[in-house]
């Protein structure tokens, strides 16, 4: 599935030929990421974090292997197994860093990612079902994130455990023998223990899978860009190979020049000192905090500090913890239904002005806000600060992307992307594609309800 | 428009739930009513101090100073190690601080462990070998605490780690043994340091269960560098840093390597980036 243009593998030697006719896997990868995929022209550096997050999970794989290879999960043993993997096991150090760290990293990179998706409106018709599937990895991601964090067994493994499944107790009738039989117990145990290892170990081969299904997705409609058009010649796109490998590969160097400066020079700069402390059931820590990945979500499920009463008669009719359950789950669940709450069909935050004051001055600081809240012990005023800040975060994806979506009079809209990125009268661009447009041509205006006329990609 | 519709009822359904149950009542009591008056207690001292020199470790190009890991090894041993286990450490890690292998092997018989009598069976103790590793001072928990006051007394193989600015919160501790603020004092005229326990302006509490261990010329150097309490603790706290850390500067001289190869690739990869592109026209406006 492509455009038509695109290039087609043409095995040369008698060997690639014989595989093709075999197992066509050359051909798949040229056709995925090689020079048979044929991609916008125009992409940003915005578009760098797709590859990265790949990356970043075959670097949590491999390093989680072999980490695994010297770990016990055993609530007697994995804080000292830890302890031998960072002074006996050779490099053990370099790998448990890389590996902790990588973790925030990827986290760093799929935020960029999906902040990316919401600007660009990534997630709208054809590439819903790219965005259904790239929230299921997030929340996939936040599983994996979580028990890993538990494994080590220090104090903050043992309380964050202790605080995440306890929300399982809120779930009316069913929650406390739901909490109880998914920790193995009462308070986090060896049992615990032993199947967060086990899930953390296969969750990411889960994630690597539903990579494949995103990836697959992707293909069929092709990459979206910055202008939001879609792709409707041949000079509108360039072979993903040589030109986004190249910028790729680019990507990945600056990537990893920062990564590699909090592993050597910063390794517990994004950490928790607690967590150098054994797990002691007995001992509770001042404060409990998530990993800081988390802290926004941890912000909303604490906004909720009153139950939800009839006035007057004291009955509750939800407590509060199940209201910060319901909200902390459906902070993510919300963006299942993103591609049907914005309807505008112009796809860029940068041909949307009202958007974009909302995405800019409004989302952006809410979750940097959430992010500092979720941080803070629970008093005042960051108690109020979550509450005004969680209230905007639904209301921007469940009330103001609706309504903006119908209002908005959005900017002109370049005729396509080669128009886009050689402007007028160009001739010397590699493909002379917006030469046969009159000037007042250039821009689609009046687009609400009018399809921005993209070609479908051929079969 | 079913979806759009039932969003904007949740989101304001939700909304409502969190502004007028959770958020009003708590901004009333706010306004309201007084603010909750903060327990009397004596802040604790965040500004922690170190050395006038800083520590040779510090910073991306620190190296170990192999003479105060050693010095900082005999205070381990002749003043913290009464009370403090070093669990995570093994006789045979002294090598690192400059030992011979020798070396090491008689400093380990110096230390008795636990170990099984080979003719009865029972336990016993007998002499270190370098393999072994530091003997905790106490049997069990229960013999530390009776012998402290009911205070636990923590292993300090990582304790640079597990506290927030730990090198300097190490070194503070141990010269924070001083005389109460008066001015602090004032303001919370409840604050008082009960019969056990030890003022000690950084610790969280400032009330510590730990007695001043470090004083002037409280033991002699081998190298005969003068034992003040400033010098003590430096010592001690570099050499706690090791245990805590031992690839420590083996990590800053890696990442140099490491970085240093990635900048020259990634130049690489930006200039290849460029030259691919070159045929294509500049962005003149995107989107």
Known sequence: MSFAWAKQYEPKSGFTKWIDEKLPLPRLVYDAVGAGYPVPRNLNYMWNFGVLAGFSLVLQIVTGVVLAMHYAASVDVAFGSIEHIMRNVNYGWMLKYAHANGASFFFIVIYLHIFRGLYYSSY?????????????????MMATAFMGYVLPWGQMSFWGAKVITGLFGAIPFIGEPLQIWLVGGYAPNDST????????????????????????????????????????????????HPYYTAKDGFGLGVFLILFTLFVFFLPNALGHPDNWIEANPLSTPAHIVPEWYFLPFYAILRAFTGDLTIPFTGIVLIEAKLLGVIAMFGSILVWFFLPWLDKSPVRSGSYRPLFQKFFWFGLIPTMIMLTICGGA???????????????????????????????????????????????????D???????????????????????DGSLQPAE | MTIRLGGIIFGLVLVAILLLWSLAPGAYSLIAEPAPEKPDYYAFQEDLIEPASGFSFDGPL?????????????????????????????????????????????????????????????????????????????PNEVAARAANNNAIPPDLSLMTKARPDGVHYVYSLNLGYNEPDPADVKKSPNFETPPGLYF????????????????????????GTPATKEQLSADVTAFLTWTAEPSLVQRKQTGWFVIGFLMFATALAFLSYKQIWAGIKPKQNNG
């Not at chain 2, 509490?205 to 409280?218: G, S």
Request: hydrophobic share 40%.
């Open chain 1, 429 to 451: 661009g590699m493909h002379s594609g917006g030469g046969q447009h009159p000037k007042p041509k250039r821009a689609v205006k009046d687009l609400p309800g009018d399809p």
């Open chain 1, 377 to 427: 012990p629970a008093e005042q005023p960051w108690v109020i600060l979550s509450q005004i800040f969680t209230a905007y975060y639904f209301l921007h994806f469940l009330v103001i992307l609706p309504i903006i979506s119908q209002i908005e009079v959005p900017k002109p809209l370049p005729f396509s992307i080669t128009q886009a990125v050689l402007g007028d009268g160009d001739k």
């Open chain 2, 200 to 223: 000690n302006e950084y610790f969280y509490n400032v009330n510590i269960a730990m007695p001043p261990q470090l004083y002037d010329d409280l033991l002699t150097y081998a190298d």
């Open chain 1, 124 to 140: 709208k018709a054809p590439r819903e079902m790219i965005w259904l599937l790239g929230v299921v990895i997030f929340l996939l």
């Open chain 1, 193 to 240: 223990l032993n199947r967060f290892f086990s899930l953390h170990f296969l969750f990411p081969f889960v994630i690597a899978g539903v990579v494949i299904l995103h990836i697959w997705a992707l293909h069929i409609p092709g990459s979206s860009n910055p202008t939001g058009v879609e792709v409707k010649q041949e000079s509108d796109t360039v072979p993903f």
């Open chain 2, 62 to 138: 620190g190296k170990w100073d192999y003479a105060q890991l050693q010095r900082g090894y005999q205070v381990y041993k002749e003043v913290c190690s009464a009370c403090h286990s070093l669990k995570y450490v093994a006789f045979r890690n002294l090598q690192q601080l400059g030992y011979s292998e020798a070396e090491v092997r008689a400093e380990a018989a110096n230390w008795n462990v636990p170990g099984i009598d080979p003719q009865t069976g029972e336990a016993t103790t007998r002499p270190g070998e370098p393999t072994d590793y530091f003997p905790s001072p106490y």
